[in-house]
């Protein structure tokens, strides 16, 4: 076979944003699915590359969004992670699932709170379906993880008020048993407190 048939080379083209290659390899009958040795779909290579037109091209020729690395990531899970809100739109419309999860056995929800994508979550939260109260392996909800790993900013009240406007249940503790509402008060993050009281549950 030659090599830019094989496996390897799909997985190089896809990683250096050859399309001639890639589309040669899918069209020879290459798996759109192929993984690099870490369990890296060609999608998931391409989505950490934030590479449009590559992750066009596979989910054209049906790449699975769901597809797992050895890490527990997939192209939907990185994406929410990311920030890539346009990426997540693409999956949504192509399979993604919201009983696959990460390492931490959560959602593509939870790290954007953590990390502040606002449009993200927007996103997510409002999505038809989506277990917007799904409990990770920590004990933490996507709206505890905004409130405890936040730093209660401009970003992270609106992400609080956007999980509460979607119908978010801001009674689910810690495992020590500590509200969200608790660790507002006690980390002085005043705007999202209000929001919290107004929004209980």
């Known amino acids: ?33 192929t993984q690099d040795e870490s369990g890296k779909s060609l999608l998931l290579i391409a989505t950490q590359a934030d590479n449009r037109a590559m992750v066009e091209l596979l989910l054209q020729h049906g790449a699975d969004v769901n ?14 992670a990311a920030g890539q809100r346009s990426f997540l739109q693409l999956f949504l419309k192509h399979g993604a699932r919201f009983d696959v999860y990460n390492r931490y056995n959560g959602t593509a929800l ?53 999980l509460v406007d979607a119908g978010c ?14 660790h507002a008060k006690q980390l002085g993050y005043t705007e999202i407190v209000k929001i919290l009281q107004i929004g209980k549950n």
């Open 1 to 33: 076979m030659e090599m830019k048939t094989s496996p390897k080379s799909i997985v190089w083209g896809v990683q250096e944003n050859k399309i001639e290659v890639v589309v040669k390899a899918l069209e020879r009958g290459i798996d759109v699915n």
């Open 67 to 80: 597809l797992q690395d050895s890490h527990h990531d997939s192209a939907f899970l990185y994406a929410g």
């Open 110 to 162: 939870i790290p954007a709170c953590e990390r502040g994508h606002v449009e993200t979550v927007r996103l997510l939260a409002n999505t038809s379906g989506f277990p917007i109260d799904h409990v990770n392996r920590l004990g933490w909800t996507a709206l505890m993880e905004a409130v405890v790993l936040g730093d209660g900013g401009a970003r992270y009240i609106e992400i609080v008020q956007i």
């Open 169 to 182: 249940d801001t009674l689910i503790s810690d495992k020590d048993g500590v509200f969200s509402l608790q």
